[in-house]
């Protein structure tokens, strides 16, 4: 089983607080504009960035390229979109399409990131250093 499905428990995990539970959605806290809402402070923005980087970096094993990048943002919005529709049912929680936003671009960047380390290896590889390393050789 590949690590990005165990990171969605993750996610669910962190999302709470799972208490003060209301029984209408609260449609007037949602922040539909990314980036206008009061909750939107840099901390909680840069945390959602992060929070879905190890999703993108396990994420990007199968595709390559903008694919890959594209179907990992994909991925990490179809997981934070129903967090964040729970939201709107929990007092302490505030629905935002900030916090959407930031897990694509988080599993992007570490989808990119991947890539980057894979391309990296395989260029290493392509020159021979590890067979010669292997032997023993500098």
Known sequence: ???WKWW???VLAVSGPWYGVVRAPQWSRVTWIPFR???DKPRDVAANFLLFLPFGLSFAGGARGRTGI???ALAAAAVSLPVETAQ???RLRDPSATDVLM???GSAAGSLAAQA???SDTRRTARGYET???RGEQ
């Open 132 to 134: 010669r390393e292997a």
């Open 8 to 10: 969605i428990l993750v």
């Open 88 to 90: 709107l049912f929990f």
């Open 117 to 119: 380390f894979q391309w």
């Open 37 to 39: 809402g009061a909750e």
């Open 103 to 105: 897990a694509a671009l």
């Open 70 to 72: 594209a179907a990992s």
């Open 1 to 3: 089983m590949k690590v």
